[in-house]
């Protein structure tokens, strides 16, 4: 087989993987390509968990404990994962699942899509660096019980689903492109099958199988 053949071999799978969702179950007990910013993170029983119950400002953007995985010039996707809280620090249980995020740090700008344990509250949609933008009230989340949270963007289209119900659904073109992520605020929690499907997401979240000699030699053709 001539390189010029290989490489269009490989480039159609490229494209097929990149057409499917992409999912880190976290089975291999590690969060290899996570940048973990804040909080104290771990894979323990096929689930990464983040255990920091400290926290020290409510308003910028340090308020989170998260993790993010990706590229920042991703852009249109769905982000999904299967969250939830195991233990609150007494003031405001929160966790979610962050989207376009500008820069992998502490200083990176991004949007979130979180629930809370508190009695009034409910999914909302956050933008940094702790700006609320919607807050359906009066559902609150339940400790040690699974939610699983879906963010569909397209353009300014901002899509939230939890278990499969649409929550929130508003435009907003202030962050185009970006990486996701999870996190927390006053809380111990937990979350499983991270998932990203869009256009252009090239690279498995979590390798399987053969996938890493494949993305390998798609690679050194270049």
């Known amino acids: 087989m001539t390189r010029l053949t290989t490489c269009a071999c490989l480039l159609t799978f490229a494209v097929a993987v990149g057409a499917s969702a992409l999912t880190d179950d976290f089975s ?74 500008t820069e992998k740090s502490a200083g990176g700008d991004y949007y979130l899509f979180r629930l809370d344990e508190r009695p009034a509250e409910g999914p909302g949609l956050i933008k940094s660096p702790n ?41 907003d073109s202030d962050f185009a492109t970006g990486a996701v992520g999870v996190g927390t605020f006053d809380a111990v929690a937990a979350f499983d099958d991270v998932s990203v499907n869009g256009a252009g997401i090239a690279a498995p979240v979590e390798p399987r199988g053969k996938l890493p000699h494949v993305w390998a030699r798609l690679r050194s053709a270049y």
């Open 28 to 101: 291999s007990g590690a969060a290899a390509g996570w940048t973990e910013v804040q909080g104290t993170w771990a894979v323990a029983d096929g689930k990464y968990t983040q255990s920091d119950l400290t926290w020290s400002t409510t308003g910028t953007h340090e308020t989170y404990h998260r993790s993010y995985f990706g590229d920042q010039s991703w852009t249109d996707y769905t982000v999904e994962a299967t969250v939830r809280i195991d233990e609150s620090g007494g003031v405001a249980a929160i966790l979610g699942i962050f989207f376009r995020v």
């Open 131 to 171: 700006v609320t933008m919607q807050i359906n009230p009066n559902q609150p989340a339940e400790l040690g019980r699974d939610y699983v949270l879906k963010v569909e963007v397209a353009g300014d289209s901002i899509r939230c689903y939890v278990d499969g119900v649409l929550e929130i659904d508003v435009t």
